[in-house]
Structures are given as structure tokens and as C-alpha cells.
């Protein structure tokens, strides 16, 4: 079935240097590619998302790239800071019996140290 | 003027009990889900609802019944609940229908943390 497999599981970087968390999919009719960041205790939010028709994509210190040939996608976050410590998930679509649905990998716990 | 709302915050009660949680949006949005987050954190879809209607059930036991009086309000039903069922329980809504096409983005409610003793 279809699949996300998310790596590394676990990142731990100092204050302003760069993280990296990288996801592959197994659905080649993936179109929309989403990153959630979820903090101890609180609800994913979507910090980033990607389309199919897009190769890159970027917000501030935070940017996605999709390899749609070799079913990768990644999220670069630079000059990283304390409160980007938390888990954050890649998400894949995959259709359902005619509707899309997202299949999340199982998640980076990011922790930036001061 | 929160989004996406679920109810209870908590939840905890022995095994064989029956339970619900509810979940409310305010965002207009055409599609809800219920996810389940368990101790390691992995999410999965359980169920989606458009407009009302069923349109992805995953492979969850038959003791779960969702249920969406309309397009705002999507429930969870557990019945006979069991050790396993320990989980946070995550609703979320998106614009839209997601047929197949355009899938839009999910905004995800607080959480419902189930303990089932």
C-alpha cells in the first residue's frame, strides 16, 4: 500500500546552523506534499506545503524541494532557532477510492540547541 | 474564535466503556477527518467525511462510528473501548471537496488525548 518513510527520526543541531529532513514516497500519483510542525502537547500545524507542478518552494528560513522522478521531497530549514525545536511530519496524497487522502511519515524530532 | 475545537481535552475510562468525542469548525470548510496519533507519534487517517457524507474509512475496528450531523460537526463514537485505543484522537477540517483533484490543506483541531484503563 501506499507508503512515507521520513528520516532521520530523530535531528539535533546548534542554534543557526541548518536542518534537513528528508521523506520519500511510494504513490506516484502524489500531488500535494504538506510539512507539519507539531510542539509537546499541541495540535500539527501546517508550516509548508508543495504541488506536484512545483520543484521548490519558499518561506523565510523554511523552503521544500520535490524530486517527483525519484519520489523525494525534503525540508531545509536555515539559521535554525530554539522554538524551532519540535516534531515535524511530511505528508504524501494518496487517493482513496476516488478521494485524496494523506499519508504522513512518521516524524523528525528536531531539537536546536542554544 | 478557535478553528478547528474538539471536545473533551481529556479523556479517561476503563475498558468495555463507551465514549465520544466531538469536533466543530468554524471555517467553513466541506471536509473533515479523524486521526489517530499514537505513543510514538505516527498519525493516521481513520475516517473523512464531505459535506456529510463518508468518503474514506480506513481499516478501523467497527467499535468506531463517526458521525456528521452536518458539514460543521464531525463525532467520534468509540464503543467497548479497549488498552489499544490509548491515543490522541485528532480532528481536522479542509476546504473543498478532495475528489481526487485539488487536495487542500488540513488544519487540525487540539486533540483529544484518550487513556483507557
Known amino acids: 500500500g501506499e507508503n512515507v518513510e521520513q528520516h532521520p527520526s530523530t535531528l539535533s543541531v546548534q542554534e543557526g546552523d541548518s536542518a534537513v529532513i528528508k521523506c520519500t514516497y511510494s504513490?506516484?500519483?502524489?500531488?500535494?506534499f504538506p510539512w507539519y510542525k507539531q510542539e509537546l502537547g499541541k495540535r500539527p500545524q501546517l508550516i509548508i506545503d508543495i504541488r506536484s507542478n512545483v520543484g521548490e518552494k519558499k518561506d523565510q528560513r523554511i523552503a521544500v524541494t520535490l524530486n517527483k522522478t525519484a519520489k523525494h521531497f525534503s525540508l531545509h530549514i536555515t539559521e535554525t532557532q530554539p522554538e524551532d525545536s519540535a516534531v515535524y511530519f511530511c505528508a504524501a496524497s494518496s487517493i482513496s477510492g476516488g478521494y485524496n487522502k494523506l499519508i504522513f511519515g512518521a516524524g523528525t524530532r528536531l531539537a536546536v540547541h542554544p | 474564535d478557535t478553528a478547528v475545537s474538539q471536545t473533551p481535552k481529556y479523556l479517561v475510562t476503563q475498558m468495555g466503556n463507551d465514549k465520544s468525542i466531538k469536533c466543530e469548525q468554524n471555517l467553513g470548510h466541506d471536509t473533515m477527518y479523524w486521526y489517530k496519533q499514537d505513543s510514538k507519534k505516527f498519525l493516521k487517517i481513520m475516517f473523512s467525511y464531505n459535506n456529510k457524507e463518508l468518503i474514506i474509512n480506513e481499516t478501523v475496528p467497527n467499535r468506531f462510528s463517526p458521525k456528521s450531523p452536518d458539514k460543521a460537526h464531525l463525532n467520534l463514537h468509540i464503543n467497548s473501548l479497549e488498552l489499544g485505543d490509548s491515543a490522541v484522537y485528532f480532528c481536522?477540517?479542509?476546504?473543498?471537496?478532495?475528489?481526487?483533484?485539488?487536495?487542500?490543506?488540513?488544519?487540525f483541531g487540539p486533540g483529544t488525548r484518550l487513556t483507557v484503563t
Open positions: 504513490d506516484s500519483a502524489s500531488n500535494y
Open positions: 481536522a477540517s479542509s476546504q473543498g471537496r478532495a475528489s481526487g483533484r485539488a487536495l487542500y490543506e488540513q488544519y
